[in-house]
């Protein structure tokens, strides 16, 4: 019991204390885990749901991002539900859930549906569709999709679709996973054979897709005739046979649900089950923390240290989770969960009609727009409304439907009309003793009474708003307003009525163009937000409160009779909904090429255990005996002297075991590191130069323990001056050493001579990785001779292994280092990962105990660095005919603090910045930026996105100041074959013609454009926009020494294979496309085939996983030792015969002392180039061949925007990608779409944001930081592939190309198609200025450059010296 709890000796103590209140209660939990019984008579109170179920090694179930964001931690509970009698399947983040919460329910993990001998047809189903790569993911979503399965007994179309709003993936891009779910639907695959019949057209070679039931033989609306069966090898689906599910454990429905009291001294939970023992609990002790679904309390205690001695779970109270339709109002119990809320709204419509449902059917729409599903199974109104969010989305609803709220306290109950509830930021009317036990929520009157909600967010699903209102009216006969609540939320620090406008508009005839321009002004005056405003965006804040009225207006007019002629026809407009999306492969594509095992779209090798979650990750690997926690002690200043650190504090807290920093490395010198300049240090010295750069690392036995450690640690500071944006950087310039360039004929010539000369700038953000698993490093020390074993989640074992050795003050041969899998790398593991596992590595070496750390995700996005922002300045000249003669640019990137791979990705962006453009004169040059921001590293394409970014962003503005239609100029400038680069390599085997065309015959280019242009014409307020992108890549580390590779292949004498070699797998499907190469060569089946690890006893010296080049590289090498192999079993083949099996011929091989192990190698041939003057000869500059090939490919998107609030979806795309003769099509097809999605992101919604007072990351955690999700794909999404093409000149393993990075930037077709879409919008208003988008397009970028009436009445200038908010490096 928590001293604080009991010791209650002030003179107004109350009689009856809270320990002796609950003597009686019961201190045993008792739930089902998986249809097992489990009784826990004392629970660590501090752990999570997800803490406890990994504790117990059922770590199927993921942490990525413990705020309830990501959906990686997605269980379901099954429980008996209060509110409608009935049993739920609620599918729960686990990472909020208190443990409490599961008492008398049924907790069913991952691993409880299924494993890999016997799946579950959810996890089967996703395994062969190819849904999971990097599989971090996948058991979240399986558990997802297992909940709607369960709930629903054939889920209709948008009941899949909408199913994983509470799940991310940032590897797939979802089309494949959502192709998995949807043959559950029997609608669309009624004739799933797995569904009992003749086959689906995902099991004939379709992808399920068309919506509404569209098969997919229609494309464009035209229906195809059936073709020839497909000779694609469909996934088999196993049939779903909803009787063999785990049952509802009779015991439970008898669960007695009794009063609990369960902790220890620091920390207590009640769990009352009746509203009496809830206020008395609440009178003995007005601070106890009420929780309901946990989903904001959560959050605060992890992110924001907030620690509650007394908590008090109230989810299990019956009566606070009731509902009641009255006559004049629907009464909501306070802890109703949000899911119930839903239903119960949909009951309150048919009940009491539409017009007096109004209330209700705003707070559907405010649910449907409210987190994802996982929150709200379990988050209620009432903790919505305690909160206090100024960004809440239900509370505009309650205070403009001029609803009451009820709170109880043991002496009274008192009602508290909405609209007087928020007093100020976070603090309410509501007294400390009393609980929220319902609010009434008033019908609306049966006519003259309109209510309708708005929310604006960052990304559609599972967002936050930016602004949301409720705007209610109530107008008399002869339609004059008789009172009127416009109420707000993101426009001050409550939620707010708009008191200007709301005043303004009684009195007024409502159907009037006064009532309108004078209510848009009373708002102006409401929300006269400075340019510096909390939370940054004022001019696009201010713009959707005026944009949302303008919508209600007109939503209004609507449903008025005769205001006809005062309509303004195109202004009320819909709101952007997505179609069922839908998608097309050609699965035919790698016919004509197919081999026994190459060339079959075989799942990822390794998609089954990720689906059932025995794939085994870094954090996953038991607790090691003795093993300690250690948690970051991260610099919280941009740049500073450190005055004083004092980790005296939290050695003292229990179970803290030692400090840990740069005075327990063997030399000062270990202490530097960084590829490939060592400007960087592990443990900061006397001064920090980014926040979140390591200072230390505390040690403890759990990790609760370490972060409350970290926490305590004392740490003085001196700030100094500090630098975040490229363009500060440039005016200090601050820059590393670094400088390159690359020269092609005589620009200063060729612009005296062209006909025009442009110049522009192009700047991009950079793009934080979100791999799903975070940072993860095990550090095991060995008895002997200073051996140690690393674990870590990293794409480069060897520069881990030989950091480690350096750290630790031993020789690289000690020193093993090992990977299984990644939960997802991009390029954010390539060297950043090394950071944490030294450090780790040295706390262990330090206190002889093994050490792990996993950050979480706030640490591992403030600790790891993101894709480099760029800004590029150019100047183009153009001859009239539109072809261009010369390019110069000055491109600079934002390195951040340290230089790590900055050199080399500014280096890659002008090698890209031709895009697949012939300039027969260029000059380039390129400089690193240093910066007091996170030390920015490699991220897929690794700075050749970035460089294509400012090709398309001079292509489309010098296209508008020629006045010629931008696909026209690319054409007129695009590369022919065999053309040379501005580096001056040959374009062979080049294909970008060819596919440009086929998509645009695929997308019916032409005709579009012309539906696009009449659609433009009759829509005031929402435009379309179309963009056609080509891509090449460049494959091959640009480094010469890292293009090597080696591998070592085993044969066992029972005939099984088994592979090491120097890649990781991190999704990407590298192991399955060995395996294949492999079991290929061997003439053995697949199955026969294994790679358990990577790690640096079997293969030494690897470069890192890195450049898409790793199946090129590491593939040959395997292939190598296979033909050593093959040339040592010829002589047994010959002998056995062509039918001998791998068992026979290896047999007897080991009888005659045959080596059946080899050691492959590789490097790529050819390639070597020096930059600037050749040391050999300094006359020539820029020689050498840079790349062995480019992958090259085709994008064509079509998006449509709401210029009202800048809210967008991408309608459809089309993409067509050389890959060469594919190894596995499913694998590629599975980099592209995701790769795809991952760009688009990029372009669109990633944007990462410092806080201008602080100096700190703001977008750490999904909360804030938008990655597409499942809803953000393009509505119809098709890929293809090359075929019918040869690759003469290609020379890789089976000629087929690297495709991990390049189809990244296809991306971008969707940036340029919003960029289209709104020079339409802006040409409407008489703008015709050159548009110079900075990407990413966020809805606030779209919106604010709309250049409407709206917006300019909403524009908001800074005051003299006025900074924004936000910064964007
Ligand atoms: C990933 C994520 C997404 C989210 N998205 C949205 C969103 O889109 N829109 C939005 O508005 N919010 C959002 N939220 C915030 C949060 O989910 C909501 O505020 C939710 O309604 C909180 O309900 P809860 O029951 O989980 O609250 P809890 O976390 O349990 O409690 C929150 C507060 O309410 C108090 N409380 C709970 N029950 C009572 C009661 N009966 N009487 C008095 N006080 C009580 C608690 O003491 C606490 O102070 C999101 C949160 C997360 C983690
Ligand atoms: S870990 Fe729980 S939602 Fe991300
Ligand atoms: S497979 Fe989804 S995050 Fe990797």
Known sequence: ??????????????????????????????????????????????????????????????????????????????????????????????????????????????????????????????????????????????????????????????????????????????????????????????????????????????????????????????????????????????????????????????????????????????????????????????????????????????????????????????????????????????????????????????????????????????????????????????????????????????????????????????????????????????????????????????????????KQAKRKDDDIAIVNACMSVKVDDSLVVKSANLVFGGMAPITILAKNASEFLVAKKFPDQDTLEGTMNALEKDFNLPFGVPGGMATYRKSLALGFFYKFFHEVLTNMADTEKLLDKDAAIPEIEREISRGQKDHDATLAYTQRVLGK???????????????????????????????????????????????????????????????????????????????????????????????????????????????????????????????????????????????????????????????????????????????AAIAIPQPEDGEMIIWSSTQNPTETQSYVGQVTGVQNNK???????????????????????????????????????????????????????????????????????????????????????????????????????????????????KTNTVSNSAFRGFGGPQGMFIAETYMSEVADRLGMP????????????????HFHQSLEDWHVPLMWKQVKESFNYAEKQQEIAQFNATHKWQKKGLALIPTKFGISFTALFLNQAGALIHIYHDGSVLVAHGGTEMGQGLHTKICMIVAEALNVPLCDVHISETATNTVANTSSTAASASSDLNGYAAYNACVQLNERLAPYRAKLGADATMHDLAHAAYFDRVNLSANGFYKTPEIGYVWGPNPADPSLENTGKMFFYFTQGVAASEVLVDTLTGDWTCLRTDIKMDVGRSINPAIDYGQIEGAYVQGQGLFTTEESLWQRASGQIFTRGPGAYKIPGFRDIPQEFNVSLLKDVEWKNLRTIQRSRGVGEPPLFMGAAVFFAIRDALKSARKQWGDESVLSLRSPATPERIRVMCSDPIVGRARVEPREGEKSFFIQI
Request: glycine share 8%; with cysteine.
């Open 1 to 454: 019991m928590a001293p604080g709890l009991v010791e209650r000796t002030s003179a107004d103590d109350k009689p009856v204390s809270l320990a002796a209140l609950t003597a009686e209660y019961d201190d045993t939990l008792r739930f089902y885990l998986n249809g097992t019984k489990v009784e826990l008579d004392s629970i660590d109170p501090e752990i999570t749901l997800l803490e406890y179920l990994r504790g117990i090694g059922l770590t199927g179930t993921k942490l990525g991002c413990a705020e309830g964001g990501c959906g990686a931690c997605t269980v379901v509970i099954s429980q008996l539900n209060p509110t409608t009698g009935k049993i739920y399947h609620a599918s729960v983040n686990a990472c909020l859930a208190p443990l409490v919460s599961v008492d008398g329910k049924h907790v069913i993990t991952v691993e409880g549906i299924g494993n890999s001998a016997k799946p579950h047809a959810a996890q089967q189903r996703i395994a062969v569709a190819s849904g999971s790569q990097c599989g971090f993911c996948t058991p979240g979503i399986v558990m997802s999709l297992y909940a709607l399965l369960r709930n629903h007994e054939a889920p209709s179309e948008v009941e899949v679709e909408e199913a994983f709003d509470g799940n991310l993936c940032r590897c797939t891009g979802y089309r494949p996973i959502l192709d998995a779910a949807q043959s559950f639907n029997n609608k669309r695959c009624g004739k799933s054979s797995a569904n009992g019949g003749s086959g689906c057209c995902m099991e004939n070679g379709g992808s399920c897709g068309g919506p509404n039931g569209r098969s997919s033989a229609e494309t464009n609306g035209v229906v195809k005739e059936p073709g020839p069966e497909k000779k694609f090898t469909p996934p088999s689906f196993i049939p779903y046979d909803k009787s063999t599910e785990l049952i509802y454990p009779p015991a439970l429905h008898k669960h007695d649900f009794q009063p609990l009291a369960l902790g220890n001294k620091r920390k207590k939970w009640y769990r009352p089950v009746t509203v009496q023992q809830l206020l008395e609990i609440k009178n003995a002790w007005p601070q106890a923390k009420l929780i309901g679904g946990s989903t904001e309390t959560q959050i605060e205690i992890k992110f924001k240290a907030m620690s509650y001695n007394a908590s008090v779970y109230v989810g299990d109270i019956a009566e606070l989770r009731q509902y009641k339709l009255e006559p004049e109002y629907l009464e909501i119990g306070g802890n109703v969960a949000l899911t119930d809320l839903e239903n119960i709204c949909d009951e309150a419509v048919k009940h009491y009609g539409d017009a007096q449902a109004q209330p209700f059917e705003a707070v559907k729409k405010a649910i449907s727009y409210f987190a994802g599903r996982q929150i709200r199974n379990v988050g209620t109104a009432a903790g919505n409304l305690a909160t206090a969010s100024p960004i809440s989305d239900l509370n505009p609803v309650f205070v403009a439907t001029g609803s009451v709220l009820i709170a109880k306290s043991l002496d009274k109950t008192i009602e508290i009309p909405m609209n007087t509830f928020f007093k100020s930021y976070r603090v309410t009317a509501l007294p400390e003793n009393a609980t929220i036990a319902a609010i009434r929520v008033p019908v609306a009157a049966e006519q003259g009474e309109f209510i309708r909600t708005y």
């Open 601 to 775: 779209a075989n799942p990822h090798l390794a998609a089954l255990k990720q689906c059932t979650g025995e794939a085994q990750y870094t954090d996953d690997i038991p607790v090691q005996k003795n093993e300690l926690y250690g948690c970051l002690v991260l610099s919280t200043k941009a740049h500073a002297k450190l005055l004083e650190v004092d980790a005296s504090p939290a050695l003292d807290m229990p179970g803290v075991a030692a400090w840990v920093d740069r005075h327990d490395l063997p030399s000062p010198k270990a202490n530097c590191w960084g590829a490939p300049m060592c400007d960087e240090v592990f443990f900061a010295e006397d001064e920090v130069f980014t926040a979140g750069q390591p200072i230390g690392m505390v040690l403890a036995d759990t990790a609760q323990r370490a972060s409350a450690g970290a926490r305590a640690v004392r740490i003085k500071y001196e700030e100094l001056p500090a630098i975040f944006t490229i363009e500060e950087a440039v005016e200090n310039q601050s820059f590393f050493e670094h400088y390159r360039y690359i020269k092609k004929g005589n620009v200063e010539e060729a612009f005296s001579k062209c006909d025009h000369v442009f110049e522009g700038s192009a700047r991009m953000g950079g793009q934080e990785h979100f791999y799903l698993e975070t940072n």
């Open 966 to 981: 931008v696909d026209q100029f690319r054409e007129i400038n695009m590369y022919k074959p065999e053309e040379k680069t």
């Open 815 to 929: 020193i093993l280092s090992k990977v299984k899998r990644l939960g997802g790398g991009f390029g954010g593991k390539e060297t950043r990962s090394i950071q944490l596992a030294c450090i780790v590595a040295v706390a262990a070496k330090k206190i002889k105990r093994p050490v792990r750390c996993m950050l979480n995700r706030d640490e591992d996005i403030i600790t790891s660095g993101q894709r480099h922002p760029f800004l590029a300045v150019w100047k183009v000249g153009v001859n009239k005919d539109g072809k261009i003669q010369a390019l110069q640019a000055s491109v600079f990137n934002n390195g951040g603090w340290s230089q790590d791979l900055s050199a080399a990705v500014v280096d890659r962006g002008l090698s890209h910045i031709d895009g697949c453009y012939n300039i027969p004169n260029v000059s380039v040059e390129g400089r690193v930026c």
